[in-house]
Nanobody
Framework: QVQLVESGGGLVQAGGSLRLSCAAS????????FGWYRQAPEEQRELIAG???????NYADSVKGRFIISRDNSKNTVYLQMNSLKPEDTAVYSC?????????????WGQGTQVTVAS
């Protein structure tokens, strides 16, 4: 089992920055990858950034060049640095961990944190 706790959300003006953190606990040694998802009201949840076990990032086009995902394996924490924020970035942001049991993968989720970007 893996527990994920996000922090760092809040209200920010357009053009500003926020950094989200996601601290993992439990069976963290079996985490293969992390991802950050977001869901705006009446929208589907979308994957915006992911990072592999060896630190390779990938981004959705909507955030590429503005957001940076990173992980600190010594702290079992993944971060999402969000720069040049836009009102359309307003959403609930959730951390995801892909856990490998040795034979199959399991997704674990944090509780989510609200990010609101004011124009």
């Amino acid at each position: 089992q893996v527990q994920l706790v996000e922090s760092g959300g809040g209200l920010v003006q357009a053009g500003g920055s926020l950094r989200l953190s996601c601290a993992a606990s439990g069976s963290t040694g079996n985490i293969d990858a992390f991802g950050w998802y977001r869901q705006a009201p009446e929208e589907q949840r979308e994957l915006i950034a992911g990072i592999s076990s060896d630190g390779r990032p990938n981004y959705a086009d909507s955030v590429k060049g503005r957001f940076i995902i990173s992980r600190d394996n010594s702290k079992n924490t993944v971060y999402l640095q969000m720069n040049s924020l836009k009102p359309e970035d307003t959403a609930v942001y959730s951390c995801n961990a892909v856990y490998y049991s040795g034979s199959y993968y399991i997704d674990f989720w944090g509780q989510g944190t609200q990010v609101t970007v004011a124009s």
